[in-house]
């Protein structure tokens, strides 16, 4: 579904992404695994088209994206949903996930949509009318998942979902995204807390400094010395 090929990408004059290839089947969760700084924020922006690659392929259900505005890669069937609970704060609950059915044809469908992520999340629901400034963090991270929802992605990329949250509330959310990908939706996680994402996905990759050092499933980087040694306490 999603295949990136020796994408290379800098920040002004200092380089960050060195030759990074890798690749997403339909109906995986894939993780990329990596310490703060590693470079998964920078593969998400680019191939979100917020960030222009300096050079290297990114190619989506075999259509080149790299090149594209975000908002046609979004059309496309692309959701990136960034770390740090980016929300609208003095909006409502219900206001936000509404912003998030803008692209598109998607605002036709907009109410079909939202029962559909307060199926998924009850307390959205619950919490509708408030100022999603009074949600508690898990709460927001879970706004900002379903606000991406809302154009009924094929392809979605959570970046750092654990985040400053309480393992109960990590433990509901990765339910809820193996749920999505019962549902058919593929995704693509970056990850500190490796362990929990190892559990999750089908496949990971490593990336240090940049690059990719290390692939493979799931079974076998749990196995690794590497990862056992570099992310696990082990």
Known sequence: MLEVRNLNASY?????????????????????????GAG????????????????????????????????KIVEAGVIHIPEGHRIFPYLTV????????YPGD???NRRQALAWVCALFP????????????LSGGEQQMLCIARGLMTKP?????????????????????ET????RGMGITILIPEQNALRALQLADRGYVIQHGRVVIEGTSADLMKSDMIKKAYLGR
């Open 40 to 71: 998964k924020s920078t593969i998400l922006n680019a191939i979100q088209g917020i960030l222009k690659p300096g050079s290297g392929q990114i190619i989506f259900q075999g259509r080149p994206i790299n090149g594209l505005p975000p908002h």
């Open 177 to 180: 995204l193996g749920k999505l």
């Open 154 to 174: 094929s392809f979605i990329m959570v970046d750092e979902p654990s985040i400053g949250l309480a393992p109960v509330i990590v433990d509901g959310l990765f």
């Open 106 to 108: 998607n605002w036709k």
């Open 123 to 134: 307390i959205l629901a619950e919490r509708a009318q408030q100022q999603s400034r009074l």
């Open 94 to 101: 219900q206001e936000n996930l509404m912003l998030g059915a």
């Open 12 to 36: 002004g004059m200092i380089p960050v992404l060195h030759d990074v290839s890798f690749n997403v089947q339909e109906g995986e969760i894939v993780t990329l695994l990596g310490s703060n």
